[in-house]
């Protein structure tokens, strides 16, 4: 292989690949290697890695690795084939859902995994009108842009389709409902939104919702919101979809699911990213009736889904989550997290808000915590100071201003310790200069 510097690859990149992506970091890192909860750059150094929520066994787990190479070596064919490892991996994947969530769908990316909840849930339903949260990214792909405010309201975009309705995402620290009751009032919104479109003869077929939302800025659903939005989609005869491409997998830490955290059971859930801990997989997993109601006669077919190295993949990842004792493990490190940054909050003004459930964590940086003016820059400085000091965070949200944590699941406590001793340290050094 070429070895190529930093400045070459990215002169090759602009001339050779599409410029619509931006790279992280003023001076981007050239990555050559993957451990654990580290990434090595190519002069040997390491990072600790607490954004890469695709990893999420650790980077190059070894059973992982072994169970795809094992299987390459010996078939990769399509689904036309009968093998043992789809049925077993559906029977586990579908053990881990509450009744009555137990038909899979196998496909490669969690954009395919949420146009095929889109295309369910509109032959269940026999309509597209779909409600959606602000800020939402769901995928990549037109149907997706066009009902996810997070790119087609942002630059480029062209607006929300006829057919998508938005309701305010239910963030209890900025949002327009604080307090007592939010998560209730929120839900009103929804109430409101379906009781338009029905008077108007358009009632929703679909109500689609990440269950802990990431893009939004590491939001924690006020609580009831799920619950009640729910109820008035299904009053009207929608379908609940819950996107869990980000957060599934136990990274929740109280449940494996984190819709099961919020006390719903959705019709269809997404789910992506950790599944085969970087392996291009993907899955929907939606109930019997559901499932029924898509056999019209056109065959669902997708040439990589759920082959058997995916599917020998899938397992591994599964039997790692479990034998490690990952969920767990995200519950305690995610409480050490919060009591760790909560600790810190007083001693540091730019700290507005710090939330999470697991190893899915926030931490709002503001200028002002009465106008909630956010410190977008500040947070930038954060990442850039602790990217200097060995760890890799990024900001998140509409305003750039949250601190995001989603790290590998195989973080350790004294991981944890050494985040929070540098970022107590950086906000000091980023408050003196503010
Ligand atoms: C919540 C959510 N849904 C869906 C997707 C799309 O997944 P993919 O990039 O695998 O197509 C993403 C990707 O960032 C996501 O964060």
């Known amino acids: 292989m070429t070895y190529r510097t930093i400045a070459e690859i990215l002169e090759i990149r602009h001339r050779h690949v599409g410029r619509n992506l931006s790279v992280s970091y003023t001076e981007p890192l050239k990555i050559v290697r993957g451990q654990g909860q580290y990434l090595f750059d190519a002069d040997g150094r390491r990072y600790l890695d607490l954004v890469n929520n695709v990893c999420h066994v650790g980077h190059c787990h070894p059973h992982v690795v072994a169970a795809g190479q094992r299987q390459m070596a010996e078939l990769n064919t399509n689904t036309r084939y009968l093998h043992d490892h789809l049925a077993e991996y559906a029977l586990?994947?579908?053990?881990?859902?509450?009744?009555?969530?137990?038909?899979?769908?196998?496909?490669?990316?969690?954009?395919?995994?949420?146009?095929?909840?889109?295309?369910?849930?509109?032959?269940?339903?026999?309509?597209?009108?779909?409600?959606?949260?602000?800020?939402?990214?769901?995928?990549?792909?037109?149907?997706?842009?066009?009902?996810?405010?997070?790119?087609?309201?942002?630059?480029?975009?062209?607006?929300?389709?006829?057919?998508?309705?938005?309701?305010?995402?239910?963030?209890?620290?900025?949002?327009?409902?604080?307090?007592?009751?939010?998560?209730?009032?929120?839900?009103?919104?929804?109430?409101?939104?379906?009781?338009?479109?029905?008077?108007?003869?358009?009632?929703?077929?679909?109500?689609?919702?990440?269950?802990?939302?990431?893009?939004?800025?590491?939001?924690?659903?006020?609580?009831?919101?799920?619950?009640?939005?729910?109820?008035?989609?299904?009053?009207?005869?929608?379908?609940?979809?819950?996107?869990?491409?980000?957060?599934?997998?136990?990274?929740?830490?109280?449940?494996?699911?984190?819709f099961e955290a919020l006390d719903v059971v959705p019709d269809i859930v997404t789910l992506g990213k950790p599944i085969g801990n970087g392996h291009p997989m993907a899955a929907v997993v939606t109930t019997p009736e559901i499932a029924a109601s898509f056999v019209t006669g056109m065959e669902y077919f997708n040439t990589f889904g759920g082959n058997p190295v995916s599917c020998a993949i899938g397992l591994a990842v599964l039997e790692v989550i479990e034998s490690e004792g990952l969920q767990e493990h995200a519950r305690v490190l995610g409480e050490h997290f919060l009591a760790g940054f909560g600790e810190m909050q007083p001693r540091h003004r730019l700290i507005g808000d710090v939330r999470g459930l697991g190893l899915f964590l926030g931490v709002e940086l503001v200028r002002d915590h009465e106008t909630l003016e956010p410190a977008d820059s500040e947070a930038a400085a954060v990442v850039d100071a602790m990217r200097d000091r060995g760890f890799l965070l990024s900001t998140d949200g509409p305003l750039h201003n949250v601190l995001k944590i989603k790290p590998p699941m195989v973080l350790s406590a004294d991981d944890v310790d050494a985040v929070l001793e540098n970022v107590d340290a950086v906000l000091t050094m980023v408050e003196a200069a503010s």
């Not at 769901?138 to 062209?158: A, D, F, M």
């Open 92 to 258: 586990r994947l579908s053990e881990t859902f509450p009744d009555p969530l137990s038909v899979v769908f196998f496909v490669c990316t969690g954009t395919e995994a949420n146009d095929l909840a889109l295309r369910l849930s509109r032959t269940h339903a026999g309509t597209k009108e779909i409600i959606v949260l602000e800020h939402a990214y769901h995928g990549h792909s037109p149907s997706l842009v066009e009902i996810g405010t997070y790119k087609c309201e942002g630059p480029g975009g062209e607006g929300l389709a006829a057919h998508a309705h938005k309701v305010p995402m239910p963030d209890p620290y900025r949002g327009p409902h604080r307090g007592e009751g939010a998560g209730s009032r929120y839900a009103d919104e929804v109430r409101r939104t379906v009781a338009e479109l029905t008077a108007a003869n358009r009632p929703p077929g679909a109500f689609m919702a990440e269950s802990l939302i990431g893009c939004g800025g590491q939001v924690i659903p006020a609580e009831g919101f799920m619950a009640g939005a729910f109820d008035a989609a299904r009053a009207a005869g929608g379908v609940c979809i819950a996107d869990e491409v980000q957060v599934g997998f136990g990274r929740a830490g109280s449940r494996f699911w984190a």
